[in-house]
Each structure stands twice: as C-alpha cells, then as structure tokens.
T-cell receptor
C-alpha cells in the first residue's frame, strides 16, 4: 500500500513568517511530486511540481525534494493570511495513480 | 484557456436514487480522472481514462458505479443506486499525459439523504 504522510495540523504561523510543510512517502520508486492548495469548499489547485532532488523556487514558494530520505517539503516565505488553506502533497511513480496525503491545514495569523 | 468543467456543482438526492456527474476536461488533455474526496481526506482515484479507454478502475465500486468517456473528450460518472456513504465531493481532473500535472475541476458536492 503506497502511502503519503502529512501532519494534519493545524500549523499556525504569524503573518510574514516562513511556513514549512512536510510530506513523507513510502514508495521508493516515486518520480513525480506535487503540492496542491485547497481552500475550504474549493477544489485542489496545483501550486508546485518537482521531479529531481534539490530545491525548486516559484515566487514565495519553494519545494524541496530528498529522494534518499523519501521526503518532500514546501516552504512559503512571507506568509499571508490568504495562504491559509489545506496543502495536499501528492506523489506518483511512472504510470501509476497519483497518491495524495490527507493534507496539512495552514493558518496564517495576521 | 478554459479549465476543467464539471456539473452539477451540488446535488442532493435520497438514497437508492440514481445520480450522474459530467466532466469536460481541458482542451487537448487526453487523460481524465475521477476522484472522490471525503472531508479531511485527500482525493482518492476512482477511475482514469486514456482517451476513451479506462486504464485504471480498480478503486471503482463496480456494483453501483459506472463511468464512460465516449469520443475521448467529456465523461460521465454515474451512481445507481446511491447510498448514504456516497456523500462526498466528486472531482474530475485532466492532464496532458500520465506523469504530468493534473488540473482539477470545481467538483460536485453530493449529499445523499
């Protein structure tokens, strides 16, 4: 059973701080890693994808991947109240279905 | 570019009634997915289509759920008969190829009374 684990939270950070969201996965052959943001009552929105070890930056978002440790993280710099949402980590390996974690709820306090 | 379109957005039915959901993927996306999402959980795959072919339906409860994707574009997911436990959000997503990013539609929130 392929698993993706996330701390459910809530993770509370003050406005302007760095929010760090973590995800571990069980399938060692996983190749593609995604972070989705989901506001309450809305559908998941893709915000980052990463395929190789290291960091990938996009605006205030940085995804970090460590395949040896089976660990992927998302950093949000200068957190804003509008970043308050549930962040879903998703993983797949080649031609296999995407497996989602349960998500981490982030609350940015103004 | 238009996103994934789903209808209806909300549906309330009584148990044992049939229900159908419709999805139109992003233009040019050959792969279409139907997911189910319960409160506090991540989406769970029900079925994946590559063009017209259902290539992964192992999680689809085939005794009551069915899906089709005629002509390889839009798709319909049906439940007959619906049970109380089917209350959830049904999400449709599409991608241009299996390993690339998936984009979700707004979802259909189903309530079975």
């Amino acid at each position: 059973q392929k698993e993706v684990e996330q701390n459910s939270g809530p993770l509370s950070v003050p406005e302007g701080a760095i929010a760090s969201l973590n995800c571990t996965y069980s399938d060692r052959v996983s190749q593609s890693f995604f972070w989705y943001r989901q506001y309450s009552g809305k559908s998941p929105e893709l915000i980052m994808s990463i395929y190789s070890n290291g960091d990938k930056e996009d605006g205030r978002f940085t995804a970090q991947l460590n395949k040896a440790s089976q660990y992927v993280s998302l950093l949000i710099r200068d957190s804003q109240p509008s970043d308050s949402a549930t962040y879903l980590c998703a993983v797949n390996a080649g031609n296999t279905p995407l497996v989602f974690g349960k998500g981490t709820r982030l609350s940015v306090i103004a | 570019e238009a996103g994934v379109v789903q209808s209806p957005r909300y549906k309330i039915i009584e148990k044992k009634q049939p229900v159908a959901f419709w999805c139109n993927p992003i233009s040019g996306h050959n792969t279409l997915y139907w997911y189910l999402q319960n409160l506090g959980q991540g989406p769970e795959l029900l079925i994946r289509y590559e063009n017209e072919e259902a290539v992964d339906d192992s999680q689809l409860p085939k005794d009551r759920f069915s899906a089709e994707r005629l002509k390889g574009v839009d798709s319909t997911l049906k439940i007959q008969p619906a049970e109380l436990g089917d209350s959830a959000v049904y999400l449709c997503a599409s991608s241009s190829e299996m390993v690339s990013e998936q984009f979700f539609g707004p979802g259909t929130r189903l309530t079975v009374l």
